[in-house]
């Protein structure tokens, strides 16, 4: 079965701009949850969507938002980019929520802002 | 919400010696911990997962154990092979909140020297 996938893959972008970008799970996963990966922070936890609910959000500026689709598909969206926004954005998708089955990551999208 | 502490940031391994990655923990109620491998340019997949019920499982070489009372949990490698070379992560949740959204460590480079 196909797996996550996100796209675009990789992105540039200026200050001040937006940027939309997309999650596709696996067939059957309702729940979806997005997370920032940097060098030095590791990875942090962004939001998590279930049935078209934003069921938890990380610590992160309004500037960072996000949504879930009837077809359990999720876009996340970054408005006035910083230089700091830079890294590689992550989705995770479940069956439901954790411990319930494993979670399945995305190939990323890679944001650079310049 | 909780906090995960991964301890070193990174490791280097004669191949053949054993690796261990050690992660603490500050919600007492999380009960489940899994821990993720990525590989260079690679999305993270699960390798092991341990829940509180349990202090140590085992598969193949890798091993996970967990000291409730001490918060704390820890990967073992034995044997390590160059193909171990990977960036771990450790991450705790409470299964009960249905949610998907871990708290990850960060981070472990591991580097097994041929």
């Known amino acids: 079965k196909a797996g996550v996938t996100q796209t675009p893959r990789y992105l540039i972008k200026t200050r001040g701009q937006q940027v939309t970008l997309s999650c596709s799970p696996i067939?059957?996963?309702?729940?979806v949850s997005w997370y920032q990966q940097t060098p030095g922070q590791g990875l942090q936890f962004l939001f998590e969507?279930?049935?078209?609910?934003?069921?938890n959000k990380g610590n992160f500026p309004g500037r960072f938002s996000g949504r879930q689709f009837s077809n359990s598909r999720s876009e996340m969206n970054v408005s006035t980019l910083e230089l700091g926004d830079s890294a590689l954005y992550l989705c995770?998708?479940?069956?439901?929520?954790?411990?319930?089955?494993?979670?399945?990551f995305g190939q990323g999208t890679r944001l650079t802002v310049v | 919400g909780e906090n995960v502490e991964q301890h070193p940031s990174t490791l280097s391994v004669q191949e053949g010696d054993s690796a261990v990655i050690k992660c603490t923990y500050s919600?007492?109620?999380?009960?489940?911990f899994p821990w993720y491998k990525q590989e260079l340019g690679k999305r993270p997949q699960l390798i092991i997962d341990?829940?509180?019920?349990?202090g140590e499982k085992k598969d193949q070489r890798i091993a996970v154990t967990l000291n409730k009372t001490a918060k704390h949990f820890s990967l073992h490698i034995t044997e390590t092979q160059p193909e171990d070379s990977a960036v771990y992560f450790c991450?705790?949740?409470?299964?009960?909140?249905?949610?998907?959204?871990?708290?990850f460590g960060t981070g472990t480079r591991l580097t097994v020297i041929p």
């Open positions: 919600d007492s109620a999380s009960n489940y």
């Open positions: 991450a705790a949740i409470r299964v009960e909140t249905g949610a998907n959204n871990l708290f």
């Open positions: 341990i829940r509180s019920n349990v």
């Open positions: 067939s059957g996963h309702r729940s």
């Open positions: 969507y279930f049935s078209e609910t934003q069921r």
């Open positions: 995770a998708s479940l069956p439901r929520g954790q411990g319930k089955g494993e979670a399945f």
